[in-house]
């Protein structure tokens, strides 16, 4: 084996994994959706090991079931999960808002204005996946100024499940406008500096979308949540 295998190793294995990774998040593969590692590693032209530690990575984010002797399986929408995953959100998007008001970058404040503004066009153009990556691309800017790799990391695998839910039930009605309000209240907050009122209107975002889950769990088929 030369020095170099590992690392090839290692970015067949990322590959695999961010796009089996995207394809459940999307929904592309449902819960249930059998996982076949000769299919898989065919369809990727790698062999059978680094889709095997794919496979395992995305288990112990809880995205996929491992039976031993049976096969590996998209795992099932637990509401547990959600609401464990809403939980961390919660905690850790909350401090950094407050440490983000509290650096108040120029680089972040024009990019969450720009972001801001890309929302609203989403919105008016009524393309709902457009406004949904800009969602994600909102919370995402505000945790990457902080520069904390591995917390971002974590933070990432707390929302899949939440991502699952979201892509199951479609906010219906007024809550795609209520979420872009709440989200320049957030950010006219790190605009201004205040990293307390920053936390504040992130909490309230967060306590919103909270109980909007919480609706979603009760609607969605009874097939898709556990």
Known sequence: MTPSTPSRDLMKTDRVYLILRQRIRDLELPPGSPLRKEDIAAEFGVSRAPVSEAIARLAEEGLVDVFPQHGSFVADIRAADVREGLFIRTGLEVEACRRAAALR???????????????????????LQRFYELDEGLHELIFSALGHTRVTRFLDSARAPLDRMRRIVLPKGERPQATLREHRWVVEAIRAGDPELAAAAMRAHLNTVSDTVEEQLRSAPAESIR
């Open 105 to 127: 970058s120029q680089d972040l404040c024009k990019a969450l204005a720009d972001n801001v503004a890309a929302q609203e066009e989403a919105l008016n153009a009524d393309d």
